[in-house]
């Protein structure tokens, strides 16, 4: 790859264009200019290079093309609109890269439209802070057309092949205002967050309950094996109505567990703030247990304590208690992997702090592609395994066997 030398401007050319400069605008000013005046000296060097020849040169190329005027183009950059003279060809050939054919913002722009949209701002919102942060006129159109060029990479995300086995998979939901037929809905949309081989986060898909029960989670759990998921050792759900059964006819081998996130957020629904911190200390003896018997003896410990004050809590445990106890007979390292927090809290937090600052979506390809640009930026700090991830692995081997074991000599060799 070839070395980019820092190329230095002669020290007397900074003096001239400095000089008589007395205000902040003066020198936006400047760099505006330099910028017009940049921008339109690098397209007159690609329509040379286009057709071979300088203006006013000798024409060298075969098919006789030449210079052809110049037209006008309007374009937004972080200092304004700049007004730029583009250079024509006589064939109509010429394709800039540069400032490129129909391209209404400069270099830089579009990705702060994305980040300011990944944070649930409206294109109205966008807009009137990208003209107090930089006097810039970016109608609400232009940013619409900027956001719906992700709806493309939303949907290849969606479909995109996925890895042979994972060895857990969480299912999360979150709840949405979401416009339809004029009348505005709480909608559920659910994510299913996985642990890959490497012991990495990654977040599976996007899907939007439109019915429920077990034909919705056969279309889902359809839609990650035709996508090539092959194999789950141990799904982690919340109770779900259906789900259960339809993993069994989809995934007959894989092993369901009632999610112990999901199942100490639905305890702490019932308390109020100031006994949230105890309370939570003492659900903790019941799924760090030993063992089964443990729990059950943490359990009643936990009832009598708490019962005459929330009594929901504890039967919620007991409602479940069948669904829990699985967790028991694997080893430490197998339980943290399953229960973790982090995996499912982090995204959750994340993706209802940008939906709730958009109130109701109007349709929901605006609602993937906020909550996909925000899955996007919270995937780039998940870029280490779970904690003792590689203990968690080896009890995963001896538990599952084959299933596992091809799995990862398949990927070593």
């Not at 990705?111 to 109205?124: C, D, N, P, V, W």
């Not at 989670?217 to 109505?241: H, P, T, Y």
Request: charged content about 30%; hydrophobic content about 40%.
């Amino acid at each position: 790859m070839r070395e980019v030398t820092e190329k230095r401007i002669d020290p007397r050319v900074l003096d001239e264009l400095v000089a008589g400069l007395e205000s902040t605008e003066d020198f936006k000013g400047l760099l505006k200019q330099l910028s017009k005046d940049l921008l339109e000296r690098a397209l007159e060097a690609e329509m040379t290079h286009h057709l071979g020849h300088e203006t006013g040169g000798v024409v060298i190329n075969p098919e006789g093309n030449t210079r052809n005027g110049k037209g006008t183009k309007n374009v937004q950059g972080e200092l304004g609109k700049v007004a730029l003279e583009i250079p024509r060809d006589r064939q109509g050939r010429f394709e800039p890269q540069i400032v490129k054919k129909h391209q209404r913002l400069l270099s830089g722009m579009d990705e702060k439209i994305l980040a300011l949209y990944s944070r649930g701002m409206s294109t109205r919102d966008i807009e009137a802070s990208l003209k107090e942060l930089y006097e810039v006129e970016v109608s609400p159109t232009l940013i619409s057309q900027v956001t719906d060029a992700v709806k493309e990479e939303v949907k290849l995300w969606q479909a995109r092949p996925l890895d042979g086995m994972y060895p857990v998979v969480y299912l999360d939901c979150i709840f949405v205002k979401l416009r339809s037929e004029g009348v505005v809905r709480s909608q559920a949309v659910y994510v299913a967050i996985a642990l890959n081989l490497e012991g990495n986060k990654e977040v599976l898909g996007l899907w939007i309950e439109r019915n429920e029960g077990a034909s919705f989670w056969l279309g889902v759990l359809n839609d990650l094996k035709n996508r090539g998921l092959e194999d789950v050792l141990i799904f982690c759900v919340d109770g779900l109505k259906g789900f259960p059964e339809a993993i069994e006819q989809v995934y007959p081998e894989s092993q369901v567990q009632l999610c112990v996130v999901h199942l100490i957020r639905n305890s702490l629904n019932y308390v109020p703030w100031k006994d949230k911190k105890d309370l939570a200390a003492d659900l903790r003896t019941i799924y760090n247990a030993a063992n089964e018997q443990a729990a059950e003896q943490a359990l009643e410990a936990f009832e009598q304590k708490w019962s005459d004050l929330y009594p929901s809590v504890a039967q919620v445990w007991r409602r479940h208690w069948q669904r829990i106890i699985p967790l028991f007979n694997y080893p430490v390292e197998i339980r943290k992997a399953i229960y973790t927090t982090n995996i499912i809290e982090s995204l959750n937090y994340s993706l209802k702090k940008v939906v709730k600052t958009r109130g109701a979506f109007p349709d929901e390809d605006s609602l993937f592609k906020v909550l996909f640009l925000a899955i996007k930026n919270v995937q780039v700090k998940w870029t280490m395994p779970i904690r003792d991830w590689k203990k968690a692995l080896n009890w995963f081997a001896v538990l599952f066997g084959d299933r596992l074991t091809i799995r990862l000599d398949t990927r070593n060799s």
